[in-house]
């Protein structure tokens, strides 16, 4: 790395360097980059994963279709085309219960379910939370505000193959009678990896 | 063996980050758009045979973790998860002959004077639109090929613990464990590559259970389960 240089700084103008190198060469496009990250933004992102759990919520034989084969279920609902796309070749979904937690780690590396939840944020790829969780998720869980009894079993899915895991957590009290877009409003991608509960808003 | 291979379970850490963002800074977005239009325009790939790219390697999630997998292991945790792939993606197009250290080291200078200077414009079209196409078609490790499965639930395994090779697919902290077949799950499975510990070909894929208890014995917490989905050529019939 060269000296006196701020590491970020440095970091953004090499990547620049390489990109606008692989354009130079016909390797990539001048778009490429702003594409992907448009389809990110606009196709595939968490968005759709809350549409699918508050779907679930209202329609309890949804609910069972969704638990029994994920992409037959997500594929009833209209998405944009890509929804068994990269990332998301064999995603199931698992359910929380009274008695059952799931959290989702990727302790190797940072598997996730794109289509249905987007990229993975930062949380989810550091090596502290993919050492941690596999070994005390409920003690790792606390310290990101979610209280899990010891009463509850705890399930841990570490993806190493072929599934992308989400979870759908349990309706939060206090939304009854609600829309599935006022539901899907309350769904966040942390919830969905069994890190974090909804805030129902007061 | 590889420390990278045995993440899950170190002790000793601080509280973990609970960061949202998926890109920390700027920058770190244009690596990520980089990995993904190589992934899509990896010549593996049929549909890319007719893409006007440059382009002409095999490149998938594998040869990313094979480069992260291949670090000095405390160089690893030095850095942060974009800077790890801004190092192996610009050494593999610098090794392939894509490009010159020389020629990445004067643009970043002149970068480096003005990060605000434009980038080179142009390309063909149909570049873009085959890595919008790979992401929205993907690249399943789901073959037609059959294959008798080994295990059936309820079945006892043993986790292999074949010696370390370039990249593995089996987290270190299950070898040797003993765990339940939960699920057998229908097909057979490839990987995009032989990664010369027996995973590679089609195979079944197995969704194996075990206690946390017989991974840690007292260091982790009551009532856990954890859930692996493991290739059947890592695992074995307990003796």
Redesign the interface.
């Known amino acids: 790395m060269?000296e006196n240089?701020d590491r970020?700084?440095?970091?953004?103008?090499?990547?620049?360097?390489?990109?606008?190198?692989?354009?130079?060469?016909?390797?990539?496009?001048?778009?490429?980059?702003?594409?992907?990250?448009d389809?990110f933004e606009k196709d595939?992102g968490p968005f759709n994963g809350a549409r699918i759990v508050a779907k679930a919520w209202i329609d309890p034989a949804f609910k069972e279709r969704l638990l029994a084969d994920t992409p037959s279920a997500i594929a009833e609902m209209s998405f944009?085309?890509?929804m068994?796309?990269?990332?998301?070749?064999?995603m199931a979904a698992v359910a929380n219960t009274p008695d059952v937690h799931n959290l989702i780690?990727c302790?190797?590396?940072?598997c996730y379910p794109?289509p249905v939840l987007?990229?993975?944020?930062?949380?989810f790829?550091?090596?502290?939370?993919?050492?941690?969780?596999?070994?005390?998720?409920?003690?790792?869980l606390k310290?990101?505000g979610l209280d899990v009894s010891?009463?509850?079993?705890?399930?841990?899915?570490?993806?190493?193959?072929?599934?992308r895991w989400f979870v759908l957590l349990e309706r939060p009290e206090g939304t009854e009678g609600w829309t599935e877009e006022q539901l899907a409003a309350i769904v966040t991608?942390?919830s969905m990896q069994g890190?974090a509960r909804v805030v129902v808003p007061a | 063996m590889k420390l990278?291979?045995y993440?899950?379970?170190?002790?000793g850490?601080?509280?973990?980050?609970?960061?949202?963002?998926?890109f920390?800074?700027?920058?770190e977005?244009?690596?990520?758009?980089?990995h993904?239009?190589m992934?899509g325009?990896s010549n593996h790939l049929e549909a890319v045979e007719s893409v006007?790219?440059?382009?002409s390697s095999f490149w998938t999630?594998g040869h990313l973790?094979q480069g992260?997998e291949g670090m000095n292991p405390f160089d690893y945790?030095k850095y942060r998860?974009y800077?790890k792939w801004?190092g192996g993606?610009?050494g593999f197009?610098i090794e392939s002959g894509?490009?010159t250290e020389e020629?990445?080291s004067t643009?970043?200078?002149?970068?480096?004077a003005n990060?605000d200077a434009p980038?080179?414009?142009?390309?063909?079209?149909a570049?873009?639109e085959q890595?919008?196409e790979?992401?929205?078609?993907?690249?399943?490790?789901?073959c037609d090929v059959e294959a008798q499965s080994k295990f059936k639930v309820g079945d006892t395994v043993t986790v292999r613990n074949p010696p370390p090779v370039d990249h593995?697919?089996?987290?270190g902290?299950l070898r040797t464990k003993k765990g339940v077949v939960d699920e057998v799950?229908e097909g057979t499975?490839n990987y995009y590559f032989l990664t010369g510990d027996g995973v590679g070909d089609p195979m079944p894929?197995y969704?194996v259970v075990f206690d946390?208890h017989d991974?840690?014995e007292g260091?982790?917490?009551?009532?856990?389960?954890?859930?692996?989905?493991?290739?059947e050529g890592y695992l074995e019939d307990p003796e």
Not at chain 1, 84 to 90: L, V
């Open positions: 060269t240089v970020e700084t440095y970091s953004a103008a090499r990547v620049r360097a390489l990109e606008s190198l692989l354009i130079e060469k016909g390797i990539i496009t001048s778009e490429t980059v702003d594409k992907v990250i389809f595939m944009p085309r890509g068994a796309g990269a990332e998301g070749e064999n780690v302790t190797m590396c940072s794109w987007g990229l993975p944020p930062y949380w790829k550091d090596p502290t939370f993919r050492a941690r969780a596999i070994r005390e998720p409920r003690k790792v310290e990101f010891e009463s509850v079993e705890v399930k841990v899915w570490d993806t190493s193959a072929q599934i991608p942390e890190a | 990278q291979h993440i899950g379970g170190i002790e850490l601080e509280p973990s980050s609970f960061e949202k963002k998926v920390v800074q700027p920058w977005e244009r690596i990520f758009g980089i993904v239009a992934m325009l006007p790219t440059k382009f999630w973790r992260a945790f998860y800077e801004l993606i610009s197009f894509y490009v020629e990445l643009k970043t200078a002149a970068y480096l990060l980038l080179q414009s142009g390309g063909e079209p570049i873009d890595i919008i790979y992401l929205r078609v993907g690249d399943s490790p789901a593995c697919k089996l987290p902290y799950y499975y894929i969704n946390s991974i840690w260091i982790t917490e009551p009532n856990t389960k954890i859930y692996v989905q493991i290739f």
